[in-house]
């Protein structure tokens, strides 16, 4: 239960619940609900309208126009995680190389190139359909603010930015160390990507319903299709595609891919020309930290900050509710951190406080797969990197489902799919284990026999 107003710390009172990215009369007005589908065969239908959905609908009709693709999103579009992430839009197509080199070191230089082609693509995409979504990809400082997180960063290798060289960079006094990854970020605002995208995909012919739930999938004409169904019609498409993120799709063999992990973020009041300088800090620049439980944080293109992550929450029985959308606690710990790190900024007051699901995977990274003999497709297990990760999926997905082999098709890393999460109790001890792991590591800088384990298990947990 939310604490009550006059229980905040001073910063966060006066603050909405209400992310910041969708808090904006620019939003676009919802599209009108399927209501009549007819009895016209269309070629596509993709469920979902966040990132992934919209990257599928738009890349099937730049790949082979004149595609017949209906978009059907049960809430509205960027309502979910595509309209509550920091905005960071990063090239990495296995949540980092530690995790990549880790799991598939025998490709994860063609997963870093086809990475970074990717992100290179996307901004191409920005700029030829003129969508406003502040794109600047100035890159993602990783820094250290404890004596052990310091080797991580590799001091023997070029690049390396001792205390001053990343103070220089933003100046904060808790810094040790870091290193700036110049073409493997871009911060955006999401929400905007979003609806630029989906105007593009309607310029390109692509239909899309709001508050449209798909409620099952079924075979239909024999060799020729599946058929959707909505509450109020159904579709007949040739293929389908499933990003429904970690909200449950109409497939039961996905749903223990992954689990849904609360993610909380702040965004402070804009800031004066003062306090920015105050700072020395690049707007283009998005910052993460070290620890396992990192906060990420970024300027906005109205000049505030941005500051998430740190406290990633599961509850019991994969639950996803709006009453786990305020946790009191939660806040309070990310405004305390921010002014650990920002000394200089004592007195900024927070605006808006908001949370969103992530689809936790075994892997970090999103899993792909087919179903009803090839005609439906879907990816899921994004882990926190689906902003940039989404583009890349929608094309792995078209791949599949043209059957026709590809470089991304044949990846090990596409071709395997996650480990699936355990029934409960199992699933939530283990959670709760490794989060009280992860912050002793944090702590000492030592990976205890638990996590030990999960490494050697292809297991994991992280936000």
Known sequence: MARRTHEWPDELRGSVLRPLWLDTPDRPDPRPT??????????????????????????AVERRPGTRVVLLERDR??????????????????????????RWPEEYDQLERLGLRNLDEIEQTVARYDIDCGWARGGQLSVATRPHEVAALEPDVPGFLDAAAVRALVD?????????????????????????????AEEHGVRIAEHTPVTGLRRSWPGRGVEVATPLCDLRARQVVLATNVFPGPLRRTRWDVVPVYDYVLATEPLTRAQLSSLRWDPAIGVADSGNRFHYYRITPDHRILWGGYD??????????????DRAATFAVLARNFADTF???????????????????????ASYGTAMGGRVAHALGFTGLGVGASRFAADVM???????PTERTSLRMVRERALPFPPEPLTWIG????????????????RNRWLRSLDALGLGFDS
Do not use: M
Not at 344 to 355: C, D, I, N, P
């Open 312 to 325: 990633a929450i599961y509850h019991y029985g994969r639950s996803i509710s709006a009453a786990h959308d």
């Open 34 to 59: 399927l209501t009549d589908a007819g009895r016209e065969e269309v070629d596509l239908v993709v469920v979902g309208g966040g990132f992934t959905g919209l990257w599928t609908a738009l890349r």
């Open 343 to 365: 000394p200089q900024l004592r007195g900024v007051r927070f605006t808006h406080r908001w949370s969103g699901v992530i689809d936790t995977s075994t892997r970090f990274c």
């Open 431 to 446: 959670v709760q284990a490794t989060r009280w792991s992860l912050a002793r590591e944090d702590a000492t800088g030592r």
């Open 77 to 102: 579009i960027a309502e979910h995680a595509t309209g509550r992430n920091g905005g960071f839009c990063e090239a990495s197509l296995t949540h980092g190389e530690g995790n990549g080199r880790a």
């Open 398 to 404: 078209l791949d599949l489902l043209e059957g026709e």
């Open 172 to 200: 904060s006094p808790t810094y040790l160390a870091g290193r700036l990854a110049a073409e493997e970020c871009a911060v955006i605002d999401p929400a905007r990507l979003a609806w630029g995208l989906a105007r593009v």
